[in-house]
Nanobody, 123 residues
Framework: QVQLVESGGGLVQAGGSLRLSCAAS????????MGWFRQAPGKEREFVTY????????YYTGSVKGRFTISRDNAKNTVYLQMNSLKPEDTAVYYC????????????????WGQGTQVTVSS
C-alpha cells in the first residue's frame, strides 16, 4: 500500500505561481510513474501531467504545456508540480497518483491516489 500526501495548494492571483509536492511512503517509489490530475467542481477528473518511472520522461496535457513542470526526486520519494502563469481555469482540486511499472495518462491506470489539494486562482 502506497500512501501519497499532497501539499502546496492555496489561493493565488491570475499570473501567479504555486508549487505542489506529493510525498510517497513506498521505498519502491522509483518504479512508479507519477501523475498529476485535477478535478474542478461539476467536472470529471482530468489528466494534467506525468513523469515516467523508467527515464523520467514527461508528458503534459495541452492546456498546461509551457506553464507547468513536473519533476521527481527519487531520493526523497517526492514528485513536484511547478505551476506558473496560473489562470482562473486552473482552479481545481489537484491529485497526485502512482502507477507501477507503466506509463499512463488515464485515471483508471493509476493504483494509488493522494487526498488532493485545492488550488484556487482568482481573476
Amino acid at each position: 500500500q502506497v500512501q501519497l500526501v499532497e501539499s502546496g495548494g492555496g489561493l493565488v492571483q491570475a499570473g501567479g505561481s504555486l508549487r505542489l509536492s506529493c510525498a510517497a511512503s513506498d521505498r519502491t517509489f522509483s518504479r512508479y510513474t507519477m501523475g498529476w490530475f485535477r478535478q474542478a467542481p461539476g467536472k470529471e477528473r482530468e489528466f494534467v501531467t506525468y513523469v515516467s518511472w523508467s527515464d523520467s520522461r514527461t508528458y503534459y496535457t495541452g492546456s498546461v504545456k509551457g506553464r507547468f513542470t513536473i519533476s521527481r526526486d527519487n531520493a526523497k520519494n517526492t514528485v513536484y508540480l511547478q505551476m506558473n502563469s496560473l489562470k482562473p481555469e486552473d482552479t481545481a482540486v489537484y491529485y497526485c497518483a502512482a502507477a507501477f511499472g507503466l506509463t499512463a495518462s488515464m485515471p483508471s491506470q493509476y493504483t494509488y491516489w493522494g487526498q488532493g489539494t485545492q488550488v484556487t486562482v482568482s481573476s
